[in-house]
């Protein structure tokens, strides 16, 4: 198979990571600057938001982490739209976080920032895949059920056996294919 030029060199690309972030985020500390304050308007924006402001400018330095390991809840808001990359984003902050400290905990707002605003969120964690394994399988058989139902009716044909038989062979593909994975998982370390 023959690929593209543009092909070639998004293959290539190998995105540049900061170099504070290259061994880990155990070699990262805080430096406090300045107290924050607005150009106009600061008792009435002091006002609006007394948690935070005045509050000193954070920096992230290469130097000795000098703070206590400590649990960190951390938030993450994308767009509410489109994100491409935020997929990787969150992965990356996610088992970053997780590396540190397996207490610490990462909450995602949904829709954006009204996610933050009206409270919308979930915790990411590692038991939520086994909610959305059993959602994804139950749709499926959903889907099944009224395709083939649409079918019998059309066709005049066994809706029971029809059933069956569509939900047998989809969920013996997807459980098969789901083993072929964890197999080549173990066989060559990789995460598929």
């Given at each position: 198979m023959e690929i593209?030029?543009?092909?070639?060199?998004r293959y290539e690309y190998a995105p540049k990571l900061p170099g504070m972030l290259r061994h880990g985020i155990a070699?990262?500390?805080?430096?406090?600057?300045?107290e924050t304050q607005s150009v106009a308007d600061q008792e009435k924006?002091?006002?609006l938001f007394p948690n935070t402001y005045g509050k000193k400018e954070i920096t992230f330095q290469k130097g000795a982490n000098t703070s206590v390991a400590k649990k960190q809840v951390v938030g993450v808001i994308l767009s509410g739209g489109q994100a491409p990359g935020g997929h990787n984003v969150i992965c990356g902050l996610y088992d970053a976080l997780k590396a540190t400290n397996p207490e610490n905990v990462l909450y995602g707002f949904k829709n954006g920032?009204?996610?933050l605003i009206e409270d919308d969120y979930l915790?990411?964690?590692?038991?939520h895949y086994l909610h959305a394994l059993?959602?994804?399988?139950?749709?499926?058989v959903l889907i099944i059920l009224v395709f083939t139902y649409y079918i019998s009716v059309a066709k005049d044909l066994d809706f029971k056996k029809r059933f069956w038989e569509m939900a047998l062979i989809s969920?013996?593909?997807a459980a098969f294919s789901?083993?072929?994975?964890l197999l080549v998982k173990e066989a060559l370390g990789i995460d598929i």
């Open positions: 593209s030029a543009l092909q070639k060199a070699d990262i500390c805080v430096k406090e600057g300045e924006i002091k006002a920032p009204s996610g915790v990411f964690d590692d038991e059993g959602t994804m399988l139950v749709t499926v969920l013996s593909v789901f083993v072929i994975g």
